[in-house]
């Protein structure tokens, strides 16, 4: 696992341009669609790597997680909810829902000449829908198990296990935290002319050349027991 690192303090959050609202008392459409570019570009500056949208009974809450920590980032008037999430459906066109009522979409971005993709996972919770903004950078450089950031002794413990001729390295750490990092580096700690990698994956979000990478779609049968089974037979010397 990636060593994770202290937080940051929050910094204080200026707040959106909700001085101007409807005559209902949600804000008007230029404002929310301010606040959600802000929201992001703030961010995507800081290296943030989910943010947490909350309804809450008195308002709807802005979390950012960094480091494997999450940490309050901004509070809004319960008005908010709705015309946000509108937003962020226009922006990635999210409309197909499961039996649970929960969506998923992708929003594509260039900041900074960096392309960086926003997967947003929502749910309905008992005071209204949430969501978490899962950042991606689209083209992230490769690491070394040596600039994964671990200790000597956890980096010499990782590569003994990845040496073992047969068994099973379970990963594990909370979002944000170095985890497709982690493994990425493994696999390509593994990867050489006389091994065959595959993976098997929910959502591909890193390219890794050395790997038959497979992803999984329920909507056409293709779940993680289905998956294994498959690749399974394809022959792998490593199984991600």
Known sequence: MAASTPAPEPAPAKPPAAATKSAEGAPEEKAVGDAVRNLLQEAFDRGIGDVHLETRRDGFVVRFRQGGALFEHQRLPATWTRPLFACLKALGKGESQDLTGSSEWTIPFLFKKRPISVRVTTTHGRHGESAVLHIEER??????????????????????????????????????????????????????????????????????????????????????????????????????
Do not use: C, I, W
């Open 139 to 240: 083209e992230r450089e490769r690491r070394t198990l040596d600039e994964l950031g671990l200790g000597e002794l956890q980096r010499a413990a990782l590569a003994e296990m990845l040496a073992a001729r047969d068994g099973l390295v379970l990963f594990a750490g909370p979002s944000g935290g170095g985890l497709t990092t982690t493994l990425q580096s493994a696999l390509t700690h593994l990867a050489g002319p006389g091994k065959k990698l595959v993976a098997l994956e929910g959502k591909l979000e890193l390219e890794l050349e050395d790997a038959l990478q497979v992803e999984l779609d329920p909507a056409l049968g293709l779940t993680y027991a289905d998956g294994a089974r498959t690749l399974v037979a394809q022959d792998p010397d490593v199984f991600l």
